[in-house]
């Protein structure tokens, strides 16, 4: 480890076990030498082990919905309370639809779910950020981070509702990105991660296929939860101190692909296996 977040306090959102990608930057954060509290919405808490998290962070879990902002302004004065001060980093690494778990198709969506996926997914990006400024509670140079997926600029299968929660995000990481960068240097990114095994990544469906075809289709192959965790640390440290109003893709060069030798050939096989059935 090189230190690179020495001195350094942050909040983390979203961690729920050791598949998350939040637990992994929370591990990785400790081991730079930050100082950090994590939080999770109470029923995560309880069936999650984000406490375990906790102490091997040697850390507090401060319970929050972040819809919800009288939990955020709870959070935050908390964190900084038990900190001793602003912080210098946050991520966000939340995200849920009701009507993907439901598996209701995008042309027959439950439009309650999907205010509830809006609001979880996305706006609650706006909330932790509108409330930190009101607070004063970032320092100046910080770095906030969240975490998308590039359903947010194509169209896949299954994402469903999920898609338009990624787009508003990145939008809300620009526009906030502007204001927090003018007025306190403070930067804003999103990163657009592989498809990876989280207990929320592999509830979308056909979930398994899509790791497969991202795989063949990425000349770096797919980026795990440890390379994203290592890619966050590098946004939360000061070797980043201009990076700002970015969607920042992290997927082994899967979105500037078109189609890759590997992928090329599964199709033909298929296509082979599917010409020999029609005769």
């Not at 819809?67 to 935050?76: H, Y």
Request: charged share 20%; proline share 2%; hydrophobic share 40%.
């Amino acid at each position: 480890m090189y230190n690179l977040l020495k001195g350094k306090r942050g909040i983390i959102f979203g961690a729920l076990n050791e598949n998350s990608i939040a637990w992994k930057v929370a591990e990785q954060a400790y081991a730079e030498g930050a100082t950090f509290t994590l939080t999770n919405v109470p029923v995560s808490i309880r069936f999650g082990d984000i406490d375990k998290l906790a102490e091997q962070c040697n850390t507090i879990v401060i319970p929050a919905d972040a819809t919800s902002v009288a939990d955020l302004e709870n959070l935050i004065t908390k964190s900084m309370e038990y900190l001793g001060g602003k912080v210098d980093f946050i991520l966000h690494s939340i995200g849920m639809s009701l009507n993907v778990r439901k598996k209701l198709p995008y042309d027959d969506l439950n439009y309650e779910y999907l205010k509830k996926t809006l609001d979880i997914s996305a706006i609650s990006f706006h909330k932790v950020m509108q409330t930190a400024v009101k607070l004063d509670a970032v320092n100046e140079w910080g770095s906030i981070v969240a975490l998308s997926y590039i359903a947010a600029q194509r169209t896949l299968y299954g994402y469903n509702d999920m898609a338009d929660a990624k787009a508003i995000l990145e939008s809300i990481a620009r526009s906030f990105g502007y204001i927090l960068g003018r007025d306190k240097n403070i930067r804003v990114n999103t990163v657009s991660q592989s498809p990876t095994p989280t207990t929320a990544g592999s509830g979308v469906k056909g979930f398994d296929h899509l790791m497969d075809f991202t795989e063949k289709m990425s000349p770096l192959g797919n980026a795990t939860a440890d390379e994203c965790a290592s890619y966050c640390i590098s946004l939360f440290s000061d070797l980043t101190k201009k990076v700002t109003m970015q969607n920042l893709f992290h997927d082994g060069g899967f979105s500037n692909m078109g189609m890759s030798a590997a992928a090329m050939e599964t199709y033909t096989k298929s296509l082979e296996e599917e010409i020999k059935q029609k005769k």
